[in-house]
């Protein structure tokens, strides 16, 4: 990838993570990975069993690796702990670096339902399932996939920090929360990481980032790549693709990388050309002007 010369690169090309774990920035998304329908399009895929071939999944993760990248994220409501299993027939024994990050705390009782569940038992149970299907006795990263209401902060995430003090997991993390709700948490135990629906033009969750930042906390944007029509040719995210010689994927990665040194993006995807995609984006270097032009493009929030 050429860049022009007045560029400003990103701050740095990893994070260090709960203090510990060094992760280069742009990781990998697993939830596609099942239902996978082998031609590309995955139409219909409801998340909710392993594919019938495993083959081409299996050679995705172990070219992500490959390619350096060091976090892969699943958890185990994706086709009901298939896809940890599947990270695990196609990584296990994990090489140096590699950080496999998953989650707890939804229920799948059928293929259209997700239902938060914060029981500290139910947690831990699923904790424990996780452990067996990804052959690791801890867990580098087990975040909360979703915050119950019915259940106390507190009483979930100590559910969580109880498995820390056992050694069976390394790092704790949230998904979909306020700032509020990570401040009640922190209360309870230290959080690693926050996982929030953001990209370049959902930022509704600016708030977060900003305070996350402040805390040094990692925060993990799921759906970094829905730019949609602002990807369309002639389009601000198109004209600046062409001018750097890049795709519009990559320059939309490339934003949410300079726009806060704590920032990983773990796109999904199933295509290995889409993957090397994805990994040469942290190659990729904006000017300021362009920078501040794909960031007029946040939808307001009423459009979110």
Request: charged share 15%; glycine share 8%.
């Amino acid at each position: 990838m050429t860049a022009v010369n007045d560029t400003t690169a990103p701050s740095a090309d990893s994070f260090l993570t709960g203090g510990d774990l060094q992760v280069r920035r742009i990781g990998l998304g697993t939830m596609r990975l099942t239902d996978a329908t082998g031609d590309g399009t995955q139409a219909g895929a409801v998340i909710w069993r392993a594919p019938a071939d495993p083959a081409e999944a299996i050679a995705l993760l172990r070219r992500a690796v490959d390619l350096g990248v060091q976090l892969i994220d699943t958890a185990d409501a994706y086709a009901l702990g298939e896809g940890e299993r599947l990270i695990a027939q196609a990584l296990y024994p994990y090489p140096d670096g590699v950080v496999v990050a998953t989650k707890v705390g939804n229920l799948r009782p059928s293929p259209g339902e997700w239902v938060p569940l914060g029981h500290p038992a139910y947690l831990q149970q699923q904790a424990e399932l996780s452990l067996r299907r990804l052959r690791v006795d801890t867990i580098d990263l087990l975040q909360l996939h979703r915050l119950d209401p019915a259940v106390p902060i507190a009483d979930q995430v100590g559910a969580l920090a109880e498995l820390q003090q056992q050694g069976k997991v390394r790092h704790i993390g949230l998904s979909e929360v306020s700032v509020d709700q990570l401040d009640q948490a922190r209360r309870t135990a230290p959080v690693a990481t926050v996982q929030n629906h953001y990209n370049l033009t959902a930022r509704h969750h600016e708030p977060v980032l900003d305070h996350a930042r402040q805390a040094g906390i990692a925060f993990i944007p799921f759906f970094p790549l829905a730019i949609g029509e602002h990807a369309r040719p002639g389009s601000v995210v198109a004209d600046i693709a062409g001018h750097i010689g890049a795709t519009p994927a990559q320059v939309a990665l490339a934003w949410l990388l300079h726009h806060a040194p704590n920032i990983l993006p773990i796109p999904g995807t199933t295509s290995i050309r889409h993957l090397e995609e994805n990994a040469a984006a942290a190659h990729v270097a904006l000017t300021d002007q362009q920078y501040t032009a794909l960031a007029s493009l946040a939808a307001p929030a009423g459009e979110l």
